[in-house]
Each structure stands twice: as C-alpha cells, then as structure tokens.
C-alpha cells in the first residue's frame, strides 16, 4: 500500500495528478484501523476520562477535531482563487445603449403592469399591485436589446468559468490535496484528542455535547468552551 507521505512527495514534484492520488487516499486503509494508529493509541491514552474524570474503563481515544472534507476543502480554495480570479472582471455591452418610452407603475415604477380593458384601469403585477388611471412613462432599455444583452453577458460568464478552470483548477486540486494530507497528519499525530470514557465519547459523537469544563456539571455544546452559566459567570 502507497503510503501518505509518498503521495504527498509525488504531488509537490508534479509525478502523480491530483486526482489520481485522491483516489488513492480516499481508497486505503482506514487510518484508525492501521496498526501503527493503534500502537500510538496505547502510548497516550489514559486510564481515566479527561471529561468526566471517570476512572471506569473501558477509555476510548477520542477525536476532538475531525479532519475537515476534501469537498469542503476543495470549496474553500476554489472560492478564494476565484475571488482573486474574477476581481476587476466585469461585463461590459459594447453596443449602443436604446432607451424607449415604457408604461411603469407611478407607485413602485415596476414595468410590469397591465392594463384591464373591462374596467378601463392600469394594475401593476410588480412590487405594490396597485390600481391606478394613468401609468407613469419612463425611459427603459429597448426589451429586445435587454434580452440580447442578458444573453451576451450569460456567454461572458460561461467563457469567464471556463478560462478560469483552464488555469486554475490544476492548481487548486494539488493544493487542496495537500491540505488534505496535512489533516491526515494531524489526525495520526494525535494532536487533538482526549481519552474518554464510553460515556463522554457516545455524548460527543452521538449527541454533540460534552460535559462542561469549566463547572464539570452541566452539559454544553462540543463547539463552545463552556456552558452558558459559566459563561456569564466568568471573570
Ligand atoms: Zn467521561
Ligand atoms: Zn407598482
Ligand atoms: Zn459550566
């Protein structure tokens, strides 16, 4: 089996592609089934609960951060290079803009309104909905050339996504890979856990909370760092 760190050489020196080693990592063995992830286990856990201060066994070695989601990873570097890509990127319609007269509601100036023949009345469809005798001219963008403008920027966009994925997605698939593999190492070096008991661990997995640890009375949130009352006791 491929090991992680070999994954991680091949990636940094352009040997392997991204999504070759993701499946590569996505497919090996489960890291807390590894022998090497139980011998370090033995090593650190404790013989009692860091939560509750149980000395009952049996201890399990709990996870207290979870290795974030290659999904979300890849999301997250995604939207950041794409942010820098499309900055100062606007659409710009090189035609000459037409105006026309149009008939708009003289209440919200939606142009969406019309007009009702049997009771000789204007009602607007937009924002207000109201009634009224005579509609309010405005001047508005000829609606065939709105659409041809609507249509034109839909192309811009298109080819913008386009020309952005040709030049960055190789980039941010390495980069997410790797942010991936540094999870992974942090998860087999133990960084963030806690010996439990089976009591503390069910609480956090199954139920998101722990016990507080602070008053070590009350139960909180696994992601806040105390419970409410000791919350605004502090200090
Ligand atoms: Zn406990
Ligand atoms: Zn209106
Ligand atoms: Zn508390």
């Known amino acids: 089996m491929i090991n992680v760190h070999e994954i991680k050489k091949q990636l940094i020196d352009n040997s392997i592609h991204w999504k070759d080693a993701l499946d590569l990592l996505t497919n090996r063995q489960k890291p807390w089934t590894t022998k090497e992830w139980k011998e370090k286990r033995d090593l650190i856990i404790k013989d009692y609960c860091e939560s509750c201060g149980s000395q009952d066994g049996p201890f399990v070695l709990q996870h207290t951060i979870q290795p974030a989601k290659f999904s979300d990873i890849f999301s997250r570097i ?8 499309s900055e100062g990127i606007t659409f710009k319609y090189k035609g000459k803009i037409k105006y026309i007269d149009r008939e708009s509601c003289p ?16 009602k607007c469809n937009g924002k207000c ?13 000829d609606p065939v050339q709105k659409k041809d403008i609507q249509k034109k920027k839909k192309i811009f966009q298109d080819l913008n996504k386009l020309d952005f994925e040709n030049k960055y997605m190789e980039e941010i698939g390495k980069k997410s890979v790797l942010e991936s593999i540094v999870h992974h190492e942090e998860y087999m070096s133990f960084k963030y856990t806690a010996t439990f008991c089976k009591k503390c661990a069910f609480l956090w997995d199954k139920k998101g909370v722990k016990l507080c640890p602070v008053c070590k009375e009350t139960y909180c949130s696994i992601h806040v760092d105390m419970c ?7 200090n």
């Not at 209440?107 to 204007?122: D, G, M, R």
């Open 78 to 85: 995604r939207y950041e290079y794409y942010q820098a890509y």
């Open 107 to 122: 209440f919200c100036s939606s142009i969406n309104l019309y007009f009702q023949k049997t009771k000789n009345i204007w």
């Open 228 to 234: 409410m009352h000791c919350f605004k006791n502090r």
């Open 129 to 141: 909905g109201k009634c009224f005798e005579e509609p309010k001219y405005i001047q508005d963008v």
